[in-house]
């Protein structure tokens, strides 16, 4: 054995003795982050969200070609005027408990989710009547047409619309999490054998019946062939790649990338991007913790955000990224770089350095610590942020740099004002679902308290998200979101600080591996 295989076999030791006799039917996953959260309503950390994909199930998904389909649902219809629609459920839905799936169910999780997700929000506006009609049908009823009604209820992003046990969520607060994780999903989480901060540990659902269709994205027949899956929290990259090579996990979400190249030449692993076009770097910014809550200071802090440095600190390399200043993402039909002036500036460091000093003092820095969250096991968030600390330091700017983990920014980034624990500037990640529409990506909304954890607060970029939403037009659906692209950052909503190629890596014995933009599901992977 090498050293690197003795070291992964020492750590990973006390969990595989805990793996059960018929190994072969486990799944062994090292995921990007640890689970703290089982309410995917009360986070959006991507870890909460692939573990709702793993034990919820929704009423559409999104097949590859980004179109909803029928998940939960067997039958639909809308009426003529476009304001009523109808939905039957198909039969043999039940949760891991066996209770009956019922529209009951239904209509508790989705007026729960429309607190919550954009879309659902958008919805909850136009809304006339969200009820039952009987045990497998309800109706929903607009005061207005709204013909993204059926891709809001199967977006998988930021926020699906996930259905739970009406007795758990029926008037539940959004802001207290979800604690029983009995769905409808493919597999069953197991809470008995969850170690926080070293294994999750799912198994397959017995009370699940797939749908017939081929899987396709995240839609499709969710057809289970493991027994069991469990996500190893393995932060060290040397040796969640030893443990790959010696077999004793099969799946790495994120390949370390400076070990990218020695993984592609390792006989028996695949290297693979499942996201094609990568994944989009998004900071947020606190407009509720001054000096953060002026305009001037946050439209600044674009110069010291040079993003070619950036995906050189993570990638090793300009290849695997990409410099963009679209928050809706280069490549995406909405994707604009309007008003990424000093964002994309190609001057000097120093022009750079000292126009952004001059900037927050125009706007009325006096020298207050800006805290940045730096997370120190999410490697993509953590390079780009030392890159982006230098440069502010350089330039003179008072930085309080954090080093946490990530679980504990995804808990911190709900604290507002500057209450204690409070923070400036953290780095975080976003996808081409979730990032590429105006006004449904978690970035877009600038609704002051239901923002996402940065809080903008801007009432004409709401009047242009909502009029982006209701343009039929595409010829002025893209001139609206070059409108919404250019007021974001005139505003400082949030700074893009480029695209990255981050593939997965896995053993060539795992087999069925389905590529899902922003995420990783497990059914229809078989173990050889």
Same mark, same amino acid.
């Given at each position: 054995?090498?050293?690197?295989? !003795?070291?992964?076999? %020492?750590?990973?030791?006390?969990?595989?003795?805990?793996?059960?006799?018929?190994?072969?039917?486990?799944?062994?996953?090292?995921?990007?982050?640890?689970?703290?959260?089982?309410?995917?309503?009360?986070?959006?950390?991507?870890?909460?969200?692939?573990?709702?994909?793993?034990?919820?199930?929704?009423?559409?998904?999104?097949?590859?070609?980004?179109?909803?389909?029928?998940?939960?649902?067997?039958?639909?219809?809308?009426?003529?005027?476009?304001?009523?629609?109808?939905?039957?459920?198909?039969?043999?839905?039940?949760?891991?408990?066996? +209770?009956?799936?019922?529209?009951?169910?239904?209509?508790?999780? *989705?007026?729960?989710?429309?607190?919550?997700?954009?879309?659902?929000?958008?919805?909850?506006?136009?809304?006339?009547?969200?009820?039952?009609?009987?045990?497998?049908?309800?109706?929903?009823?607009?005061?207005?047409?709204?013909?993204?009604?059926?891709?809001?209820?199967?977006?998988?992003?930021?926020?699906?619309?996930?259905?739970?046990?009406?007795?758990?969520?029926?008037?539940?607060?959004?802001?207290?999490?979800?604690?029983?994780?009995?769905?409808?999903?493919?597999?069953?989480?197991?809470?008995?054998?969850?170690?926080?901060?070293?294994?999750?540990?799912?198994?397959?659902?017995?009370?699940?019946?797939?749908? /017939?269709?081929?899987?396709?994205?995240?839609?499709?027949?969710?057809? +289970?062939?493991?027994?069991? +899956?469990?996500?190893?929290?393995?932060?060290?990259?040397?040796?969640?790649?030893?443990?790959?090579?010696?077999?004793?996990?099969?799946?790495?979400?994120?390949?370390?990338?400076?070990?990218?190249?020695?993984?592609?030449?390792?006989?028996?692993?695949?290297?693979?991007?499942?996201?094609?076009?990568?994944?989009?770097?998004?900071?947020?910014?606190?407009?509720?913790?001054?000096? =953060?809550?002026?305009?001037?200071?946050?439209?600044?802090? $674009?110069?010291?955000?040079? $993003?070619?440095?950036?995906?050189?600190?993570?990638?090793? &390399?300009?290849?695997?990224?990409?410099?963009?200043? /679209?928050?809706?993402?280069?490549?995406?039909?909405?994707?604009?770089?309007?008003?990424?002036?000093?964002?994309?500036?190609?001057?000097?460091?120093?022009? !750079?350095?000292?126009?952004?000093?001059?900037?927050? !003092?125009?706007?009325?820095?006096?020298?207050?610590?800006?805290?940045?969250?730096?997370?120190?096991?999410?490697?993509?968030?953590?390079?780009?942020?030392?890159?982006?600390?230098?440069?502010? !330091?350089?330039?003179?700017? &008072?930085?309080?740099? $954090?080093? +946490?983990?990530?679980?504990?920014?995804?808990?911190?980034?709900?604290?507002?004002?500057?209450?204690? &624990?409070? %923070?400036? #500037?953290?780095?975080?990640?976003?996808? $081409?679902?979730?990032?590429?529409?105006?006004?449904?990506?978690?970035?877009?909304?600038?609704?002051?308290?239901?923002?996402? @954890?940065? %809080?903008?607060?801007?009432?004409?970029?709401?009047?242009?998200?909502?009029? %982006? *939403?209701?343009?039929?037009?595409?010829?002025? /659906?893209?001139?609206?979101?070059?409108?919404?692209?250019?007021?974001?950052?005139?505003?400082?909503?949030? #700074? @893009?600080?480029?695209?990255?190629?981050? @593939?997965?890596?896995?053993?060539?014995?795992?087999?069925?591996?389905?590529?899902?933009?922003?995420?990783?599901?497990?059914? &229809? =992977?078989?173990?050889?």
């Amino acid at each position: 054995m090498t050293s690197r295989s !003795r070291l992964a076999s %020492w750590l990973l030791g006390p969990m595989l003795l805990a793996a059960p006799v018929h190994a072969d039917s486990t799944v062994r996953a090292v995921m990007n982050g640890d689970l703290r959260s089982l309410d995917p309503l009360w986070t959006i950390a991507p870890q909460t969200r692939i573990h709702a994909y793993m034990v919820y199930d929704t009423l559409f998904g999104t097949d590859a070609q980004g179109v909803p389909q029928p998940q939960m649902v067997e039958a639909w219809s809308v009426s003529d005027d476009k304001l009523t629609y109808r939905f039957k459920l198909r039969s043999g839905l039940a949760f891991s408990d066996g +209770v009956p799936v019922t529209s009951t169910d239904v209509v508790a999780s *989705l007026k729960r989710w429309m607190l919550v997700d954009s879309a659902g929000q958008f919805i909850a506006h136009v809304l006339a009547a969200l009820e039952t009609d009987g045990d497998k049908d309800f109706r929903i009823v607009l005061k207005e047409p709204f013909p993204q009604l059926i891709f809001s209820l199967g977006k998988p992003s930021a926020v699906p619309s996930f259905i739970f046990p009406a007795r758990i969520v029926d008037g539940l607060a959004v802001n207290k999490q979800i604690v029983d994780p009995i769905g409808s999903g493919p597999f069953v989480f197991k809470r008995d054998e969850w170690v926080a901060g070293s294994k999750v540990v799912y198994r397959k659902n017995l009370n699940y019946i797939p749908r /017939a269709e081929p899987p396709s994205s995240i839609s499709g027949g969710k057809t +289970v062939y493991v027994d069991r +899956v469990e996500w190893l929290n393995i932060v060290d990259p040397t040796t969640q790649t030893a443990a790959l090579k010696t077999g004793e996990v099969d799946f790495v979400q994120f390949a370390p990338p400076d070990l990218i190249a020695d993984l592609r030449a390792t006989k028996g692993l695949i290297v693979h991007s499942l996201w094609p076009i990568g994944i989009q770097g998004q900071m947020r910014l606190n407009w509720t913790n001054p000096p =953060m809550d002026k305009q001037g200071v946050r439209v600044a802090i $674009q110069n010291f955000v040079h $993003q070619p440095d950036m995906i050189m600190a993570v990638m090793g &390399n300009l290849t695997d990224g990409q410099v963009c200043g /679209a928050l809706m993402m280069c490549g995406s039909a909405m994707g604009s770089e309007a008003g990424t002036e000093w964002l994309l500036s190609t001057d000097p460091e120093d022009v !750079r350095l000292k126009r952004g000093m001059k900037a927050l !003092r125009d706007a009325g820095y006096k020298d207050e610590p800006i805290v940045v969250l730096d997370a120190t096991d999410q490697v993509m968030q953590h390079n780009a942020t030392l890159v982006m600390v230098a440069a502010m !330091r350089k330039a003179g700017v &008072n930085v309080d740099l $954090q080093t +946490v983990d990530w679980g504990t920014i995804t808990a911190r980034r709900t604290i507002r004002g500057p209450a204690p &624990n409070g %923070w400036h #500037i953290f780095l975080t990640t976003g996808g $081409q679902v979730a990032s590429a529409n105006p006004a449904f990506s978690i970035q877009a909304p600038a609704n002051c308290e239901k923002a996402f @954890p940065g %809080w903008p607060c801007d009432a004409p970029h709401e009047k242009l998200r909502a009029a %982006w *939403l209701k343009e039929s037009d595409p010829v002025k /659906a893209k001139a609206l979101a070059v409108e919404i692209q250019r007021h974001a950052m005139e505003i400082g909503l949030a #700074i @893009p600080y480029g695209q990255y190629l981050m @593939p997965a890596v896995w053993r060539d014995s795992l087999q069925g591996v389905l590529d899902v933009p922003e995420h990783v599901v497990f059914w &229809n =992977m078989r173990k050889k």
